[in-house]
């Protein structure tokens, strides 16, 4: 469990970083503009870091669906290599569905305004702006955002559908608290995370609202990364001795 945090740790953190610096830095300045190779490296972060932590937040709900329905075959089902495919398979392809999109965005002809309304550049943002019909591509968005976003997210629910059942059937109380705590932190990240996701990017376009879209980006793409870190860590008690020791260590020191 702990070596798959490190990782959503290290998504998160490249994550908020493809959209949140250069956006603070035009609020700041007061310049909104972006070339096209910023756009086109902030298109391929952003949609690596989603697609990836989206297939990454699903092989965390079959680490505790294992480390809870089936505790003694725990160490064979997610032994470290086992995590380490899961980890490259979820960079590895999140990273190929991300080049692929990229390369194809920057290949439609853009013949209206270049002015794109969104606080990064984001695809269904810039659909509008070309000068070609791009159904076809957003039928292929649609199919995207539902093999990296929408199939792991029912496989979360089946897979904490099937830990609250075993969570029903404990005898122990301390069990049963400890497994509702620890399913319940992971169920409030993948709400925040996958909810405005997976409802942007499966609307149809006539469905669409910019400054919806806006609202929702939020969400995903700033306050979930910002969270994660507080709801996975200072909800567990190591991470919190190993905080305490830190800070006693320059305590200490300043003394």
């Keep these: 469990m702990y070596f798959l945090l490190s990782q959503l740790s290290l998504m998160d953190l490249m994550y908020i970083s493809s959209t949140v610096p250069k956006m603070t830095y035009n609020f700041l300045s007061g310049q909104k503009s972006i070339s096209v190779l910023g756009c086109a490296m902030q298109i391929f972060f952003f949609i690596t870091m989603g697609c990836s932590e989206g297939l990454l937040l699903a092989s965390m709900a079959y680490d505790r669906f294992v480390a809870i329905c089936h505790p003694l075959h725990y160490p064979i089902r997610m032994s470290k290599r086992v995590c380490v495919k899961m980890i490259l398979g979820s960079w590895t392809l999140g990273s190929i569905n991300s080049l692929a999109h990229t390369i194809y965005t920057f290949q439609i002809p853009y ?46 629910m089946v897979s904490y559908g099937r830990v609250l059942f075993a969570v029903f059937h404990m005898r122990s109380k301390e069990g049963r608290k400890k497994a509702f705590t620890t399913c319940a932190t992971h169920l409030t990240v993948v709400t925040f995370y996958y909810a405005p996701f997976v409802y942007t990017y499966l609307r149809p376009r006539s469905l669409r609202s910019p400054e919806e879209d806006k609202i929702l980006a939020v969400f995903y793409s700033i306050l979930t990364p910002m969270l994660n870190p507080i709801v996975y860590s200072l909800r567990n008690k190591e991470v919190l001795g190993a905080m305490r020791r830190v800070w006693g260590m320059f305590s200490s020191r300043k003394k």
């Design 111 to 156: 013949c209206r305004s270049r002015e794109i309304n969104h606080f990064f550049c984001d695809i269904p943002a810039m659909m509008p702006l070309a000068c070609m019909d791009t159904w076809v591509y957003e039928y292929m968005v649609f199919v995207s955002t539902t093999l990296f976003l929408f199939l792991p997210f029912l496989g979360i």
